[in-house]
């Protein structure tokens, strides 16, 4: 199994990226799929996941109205779209798959996720 996590970048506070995240080695459309972050020097941190349907979407608190996840079934692929950009979202973003078996009670912590993306940079200048 392999998630491929890539669109991060350098970029100023305000602005935007889209991440994306592609699966393979998997039944894509059997998992639910989170991404998390980590800043430096602190704990990694859940911001966002989306059923395997993508009927159903969480955000952590920090990205609500800023980040929405999404995802292509057919390209085995989720997304983070990522706006309005603070210096604060600096972190490396992974993508995370957890079986749809797994359900979705505790879906915000790393605790249901099977697989884990190698990660992707996000820096937000001043």
């Known amino acids: 199994v392999q998630l491929q996590a890539s669109g991060g970048g350098l970029v100023q506070a305000g602005g935007s990226l889209t991440l994306s995240c592609a699966a393979s080695g998997l039944i894509f459309s059997s998992y639910n799929m989170g991404w998390f972050r980590q800043a430096p020097g602190k704990e990694r941190k859940f911001v966002a996941a989306?059923?395997?349907?993508?009927?159903?979407?969480y955000y952590a608190d920090s990205v609500k109205g800023r980040f929405t996840i999404s995802r292509d079934n057919d390209k085995n692929t989720v997304y983070l779209h990522v706006n309005s950009l603070k210096p604060e979202d600096t972190a490396v973003y992974y993508c995370?798959?957890?079986?749809?078996?797994?359900?979705?009670?505790?879906?915000?912590?790393?605790?249901?996720?099977?697989?884990w993306g190698q990660g992707t940079l996000v820096t937000v200048s001043a």
């Open positions: 995370a798959a957890s079986p749809q078996s797994r359900g979705t009670s505790l879906i915000q912590t790393g605790l249901r996720y099977l697989y």
């Open positions: 989306i059923t395997w349907s993508g009927d159903t979407t």
